[in-house]
């Protein structure tokens, strides 16, 4: 089969599954959103899922966007993956790499509309973004939408000035660690778990059995030291007193004009505003273009189907196996909730 027509298979498969989507979102959002996927896609390779070399960047002044939306966590290479949002962590990486050595760029834009995520992912993004800064001397701005929670709000450290619209939430300094216990649940059914370990802490953590007092302490540990390096951040990037910073960082969800009193944030602004304000201080005209790295068809099709997965009733097993396999259960979390 030649490329074009295996091309166009591949099309009409994705066509395909757009249709049975139709009948829960509307046509025309959903067309304007294939259009511009598929517009925006950059070739076969991009379309497979291959790594892309930013061969569409800019070739005049430009800033470019990343958008920290949904759950920050790992990249997915799973196509048909279920994950929250279009956050991209390894296309972001790559692409703050390529900017760093592209004359043409400006500056970064972060539109962050997260209730955070990941330790390590919030974490590895920000201190490439403060790599980006140290060794172009260029700055970097946020825009918060609906929300920049947690490791949203850790990310938006690595930004010079940051601007939110009068209805986000942010804030939610804090670390969290979430475990299940099914101890009472496997007495009722009659089910257990038997682990075989190397030491009395190996298991730790278990939804089979409950925390000794060694092993809360433990886990505290680990949260202590993720929350220390959170307010450290938060004290750099806001050039706030650490005490401050702590007084603040209980955890609590702030509004925009709470953080704005309370130095978290720089400015209230509607996305418009902010971007034209941005465009002004980073030297570059009203009109220059603003590049937003392409998803690939992977994660078009990611989001078809994800969707389309949340419509679908779940049985009781499926639920039950959903919580009891919760990929989040002791994952040391920068998360609101």
């Not at 009722?188 to 009395?200: A, L, N, P, W």
Request: hydrophobic share 40%.
């Amino acid at each position: 089969m030649k490329l074009k027509q295996f091309a166009a298979v591949i099309v009409a498969t994705v066509l395909f599954a757009a249709t049975g989507y139709l009948g829960v979102q509307s046509a025309s959002t959903l067309n304007e959103s294939l259009v511009t996927g598929m517009e925006s896609v950059s070739g076969l390779s991009a379309f497979f899922g291959a790594e892309t070399d930013f061969s569409d960047l800019p070739a005049e002044p430009f800033l470019a966007r990343l958008d920290i939306t949904g759950t920050i966590q790992p990249s997915s290479g799973d196509p048909f993956a279920v994950t929250d949002g279009w956050y991209d962590h390894d296309l972001y990486m790559d692409l703050v790499d390529a900017l760093i050595d592209d004359p043409d760029n400006r500056g970064i834009l972060l539109y962050i509309d997260s209730p955070g995520g990941t330790v390590y992912e919030s974490d590895e993004l920000y201190l490439k973004l403060m790599e980006y800064r140290e060794q172009t001397a260029r700055p970097v701005y946020a825009y918060f939408a609906s929300q920049a929670c947690s490791g949203g709000y850790y990310i938006a450290m690595a930004a010079d000035e940051i601007y939110a619209n009068r209805n986000a939430w942010t804030g939610s300094i804090g670390v969290i660690i979430s475990l299940m216990n099914y101890e009472g649940l496997s007495e009722k059914i009659g089910v257990t778990e038997v682990d075989i370990t190397s030491g009395r802490n190996k298991s730790m953590g278990s939804a089979w059995e409950s925390l000794t007092d060694e092993q809360r302490g433990i886990f505290q540990s680990l949260v202590d030291e993720a929350y220390g390096q959170f307010v450290d951040i938060v004290a750099a990037g806001r050039k706030l007193d650490r005490q401050r910073v702590t007084e603040l960082a209980d955890g609590r969800i702030y509004s925009a004009q709470q953080a704005l009193d309370q130095g978290l944030v720089d400015h209230i602004a509607g996305e418009a505003d902010a971007f034209a304000a941005i465009l002004e201080k980073a030297g570059l005209e009203p009109d220059a273009e603003i590049y937003i790295p392409a998803h690939t068809a992977s994660g078009w099709l990611n989001l078809l189907f994800s969707r389309a997965a949340a419509l679908r009733p779940k049985t009781e097993l499926e639920l039950f196996r959903e919580l009891t396999a919760d990929k989040r259960n002791g994952a040391l979390l920068y998360y609101a909730g």
